[in-house]
C-alpha cells in the first residue's frame, strides 16, 4: 500500500480536508505535517459538519489512526479544546498520536505575533496572530519548546529560561509590552503534561513500520503550495513547508516512499491575508464566489479574496509537488455564470509569461491573460459520473486538465462527501 501526499494547489482552501476524508476511510493513518492552528478545513459527513483547525481530518474516519508529526506546532489548549468538541459530539479520538518532536506554541509567542503584526502597520503579513510564526522562528533559532520537554520540569524551565532572555527584551524595548514570566509559561505548559503524554510517540517509526506491514499512509497538508516558506509569494506566506517536500521533512516518511501526490485546486481562485494575487476581483463576480462559495474562512471567519481559475499557478504547483492527480473542487459554484474567464498567462509590462515569475516585483505586477469557457445553468449537485456534467461544465473541466500540468481525477460538486465524481481511482 502506498503513501499519499495531498497538497493544496493554490493559497489554501481548496477543499483538502474534503480529499482527505473521502479516502480516510480506506486509509489507516492520516498525519498532517505542517502548520498549526493557524488553518482550518471544513467536512461535512451527512447532515453533520466539523471544523477542524489542529486535527488531521482522519480523526473522523473510525478505522483511520490520525498523527500529528513533526513538523506541526502545536497550541496545546486549541488541541485539547477541539478533541473534548468531538468527543461531545460522539467522535472518538482515543487514537491521536503526537510527535514528541513536534514544537508547541508557548503564551509569549501568541502575544509576540499579535503586536509584531500590529507593529507592522502596512507592511503587515497578514498572519493570523496565533504565534505560529514565532514558534518556527524559535525551532529554526534552536530555542523552541518541543512537546516532550514537557516531560520533564528542568528542561523544560531551562528552555523557557532561554527563550525569554531573547524575548523579553525584544517585548519590552521595541514593543513596550510585558513578557509573561518563566514561571507562568513553564505552569501553563506543565498543565497538559499528563493528559498529552499517553498521546505522543515516535510518529516516524510507527509510519515506518505502518508502511512496511503494507498500510496506507497518507500525508495531509496545511496551507498550500503558493503559502510555503521556499516556494510561495514570499514574503506573503506561511512560516512551514506546505509542499510534497514537507510531506517528508514533517513527517520523517523519505521521499522513496512516496507513490504519489494529489494536489486539491478550487474551480476559481481564493486567497486570505495580504500578498499579490493576479485573478482578484473586486466586482460583483467577486461577491458572487464569496457568497455562492461560502468563502469565509474555517478558523478566522475572515471573508476570502476570490478571483478566476489561474493555470500558471496549477501549473507550477504541479511542477514544485510532482502531482499525479488533481483534485477539482467547488465547481459546482461557477453554476450559474454565462461565461468563466480562465487565466492562461500574464502580462508583465508588455512581456507575456507563461510560468510564474521569479521575480517578486514581475509577480505583484503581473495582469492575467484571460480565455473564455461557455457557461452552464443547470444544478449539477447531483452529478455522479463525468457525463451527468452539462457539455459546458465537461468541456471546462478538460480545459482546465489540459492547461495544468497534470490529470483531474475528482470533481467536487457540492459540500458533502458524497457530492463528488470519481473520473479516476486515487489509490
Known sequence: MPAIAIIGAQWGDEGKGKATDLLGSRVDYVVKFNGGNNAGHTVVIGE????????????????????????????????????????????????????????????YNRSLDKVTERFLGSRRIGTTGRGIGPTYADKMNRIGIRVQDLFDEKILTAKVEGALDLKGQVMAKIYNRRAP????????????????????????????EALDRGEFVLLEAGQATLLD??????????????????????????????????????????????GPFPTELHDDDGEFLRRTGAEFGTTTGRPRRCGWYDAVIARYAARINGVTDFVLTKLDV?????????????????????????????????????????GWSEDISSARTFEDLPAAAQRYVEALEAMSGARISVIGVGPSRAATIVRHELV
Do not use: W
Open 181 to 208: 514570566s518563566v514561571a507562568q509559561t513553564v505552569e501553563e505548559l506543565l498543565a497538559h503534561a499528563d493528559r498529552l503524554r499517553p498521546l505522543v510517540a515516535d510518529t516516524a517509526l510507527v509510519l515506518h
Open 334 to 374: 461557477l453554476t450559474g455564470l454565462e461565461r468563466i474567464p480562465v487565466c492562461v498567462g500574464y502580462d508583465v509590462r508588455g512581456v507575456r509569461h507563461d510560468e510564474m515569475p521569479v521575480n517578486q516585483s514581475d509577480f505583484h505586477h503581473a495582469t492575467p491573460v484571460y480565455e473564455y469557457f461557455e
Open 48 to 107: 453533520e459538519k466539523y471544523a477542524l483547525h489542529l486535527l488531521p481530518s482522519g480523526i473522523l474516519s473510525p478505522n483511520c489512526t490520525p498523527v500529528i508529526g513533526n513538523g506541526v506546532v502545536i497550541d496545546l489548549d486549541v488541541l485539547f479544546h477541539e478533541i473534548d468538541g468531538l468527543e461531545a459530539r460522539g467522535v472518538d479520538t482515543s487514537k491521536l498520536l503526537v510527535s514528541a518532536n513536534a514544537h508547541v506554541i508557548p503564551d
Open 229 to 274: 516558506v521556499d516556494h510561495g509569494t514570499y514574503p506573503f506566506v506561511t512560516s512551514s513547508s506546505a509542499t510534497a517536500g514537507g510531506a517528508c521533512t514533517g513527517s520523517g516518511i523519505p521521499p522513496t516512499r512516496l507513490d504519489r501526490v494529489v494536489s486539491i485546486v478550487k474551480a476559481y481562485t481564493t486567497r486570505v491575508g495580504e
